[in-house]
């Protein structure tokens, strides 16, 4: 199952456990079962401190345990964690195993700290970006605290289980047999829904930052790289971000970015993070920007403030919160969201094997959708508001070669139906002829484009009628100090080698700006 050059890089990685580790196997006689067994004997052969055995004493079959010899630590995986997973796979033996978790000493005293028994469930699907972000980090958190256990689930693999507990998009998490959380979560989120008295404390300790000379308000390319290129300069940096990464983090394949081949949004993601950590930067993570209060004077102070009461100041400030799924905005959609109304096919795909989807929109990213749901689903049925398909022909050509796909043109979706519990179909009008038809199925996958987001800035600074910021050639706004860069503007072109050439370039311009209205302060650094 492990290829001879895989099989060597898991030894080196092995080699790093301190103490043994047994899997422990549940299997039936499916092909899945021997699948599992032979991985977790490849495994076991690759460390000596790694032993394999059959128990059959989980109900999940085939799944197995990762038992710390002797303690009450480990974790379960129910499924074989290929894909995406076997990463987490790789990680949840090296930290059972006794190796010290990539987790600050302030992060471990809050998972330790934490009171009462933890049973967390997550399904997953192979194919999800967002999933190993959840897995790995309730392993994380069940290797360091023992009363907190985890299993993760694949959730092709466990169908009737998803389907009895109502799960229609991934990760989605229960804890102790409730639902828990659902969709893309780091470390620090699951703690803030544990640890409720973490948001008052990251309030206060906000609250006492002095001022920042460059505020970079979103994480994705466009503020990763105003913050590099702020830092670079020597001066005050932060970064306050919904979350690191942005929309990066939802995209599965990125094949355009220039001399890289190939890479996955969370590997991007993590790679911005970690480049942005080596300058120093302050960055505040899984806080929401609510309002921004320009300077009053030239040179003063500007001002953000934030959902949980916290505000921040800075001389000048670099807007990069990026932008959004659109919506459709019609009945329907919000109720049966995550009950078959889905935005990320990669992730929630596998939950419809079988079964009959529609995808709404007929750019790029909706053919690419219908292509990669046809060859997973019974049936897909593309919907286009417009007269004909707005992808690239390459896309058009291979969707209409698929057998299992319905193309409808000139189709405004107007309702989204089902039965109170998921989606059961969906209704639409015929542009050309005005009549209301209907489309019976399980999914609806909404790829309608980007809305940016920027609701809170409404009043503050110039936006565009689509509700961009207006920037100039050097990513200046209306407010004097106030700078912004990428998919939030005007800037065409949603790109992420664009947004981290546009976050650069604001970032230099607000460099720009503080020399010219504190040079004293600055020359230094100039």
Known sequence: MLDANLKTQ??????????????????????????????????????????????????????????????????????????????????????VGGYPPKASPETIERILNLEGEYFFETYFSLSCQNCPDVVQA????????????????????????VEARGVMAVPA????????????????????????????????????????????VGGGPAGAAAAIYAA????????????????????????????????????????????????????????????????ATPGGLAEVKLASGASLK?????????ARWRTMNIPGEDTYRNKGVAFCPHCDGPLFKGKRVAVIGGGNSGVEAAIDLAGITAHVTLIEFDSRLRADQ????????????????SAQTTEVTGDGARVTGLRYKDRSTGAERSVDLEGVFVQIGLVPNTEWLKGTIGLSPRGEIEVDARGQTSAP???????????????????MGEGAKASLAAFDHLIRTAPAELAAAA
């Not at 050509?397 to 043109?409: A, F, G």
């Open 232 to 295: 670079r300069k020597g001066i005050r940096t932060g970064v306050v971000a919904e979350r690191f990464g942005g929309q990066v983090l939802d995209t599965m394949g990125i094949e355009n970015f220039v001399s890289v081949q190939h890479t996955e949004g969370p590997k991007l993601g993590l790679a911005l993070e970690e480049h942005v950590r080596e300058y120093g930067v302050d960055i505040m993570n899984l806080q929401v920007a609510t309002a921004l209060i320009p300077a």
């Open 394 to 409: 390459v896309l058009q050509d291979k969707l209409r070669s698929l057998r299992n796909v319905t193309i409808i043109t």
């Open 314 to 322: 800075a001389k000048t400030i670099v807007l990069s919160t990026g």
């Open 481 to 499: 100090g106030i700078f912004a860069a990428g998919d939030v503007t005007t800037v065409p072109y949603k790109q992420i080698v664009i947004a």
């Open 173 to 216: 998490v229960f804890l102790n047999g409730e639902p828990f959380a659902q969709g893309r979560m780091g470390l620090d989120q699951i703690l803030a829904k544990l640890d409720t008295g973490s948001v008052q404390r990251q309030a206060a300790a906000l609250k006492a930052k002095d001022a920042f000379d460059v505020l970079v």
């Open 138 to 161: 309730l392993n994380l958190m069940s290797a360091i605290n023992p009363r907190i256990r985890h299993v993760a689930i694949d959730g092709a693999l466990f169908q009737k289980e």
């Open 10 to 95: 898991l030894q080196g990685y092995l080699a790093r456990i301190a103490q043994p580790v047994e899997l422990v196997a549940s299997l039936d006689d499916g092909q899945s079962s021997a699948e599992l067994q032979e991985l977790l004997h490849e495994i076991a052969e690759q460390s000596p401190q790694i032993t394999a055995v059959r128990r059959d004493d989980d109900a999940r079959r085939p799944s197995f345990a990762i038992n710390r010899v002797g303690t009450e630590v480990g974790v379960r995986f129910a499924g074989l964690p290929m894909g995406h997973e076997f990463t987490s796979l790789v990680l949840a033996l090296l930290q």
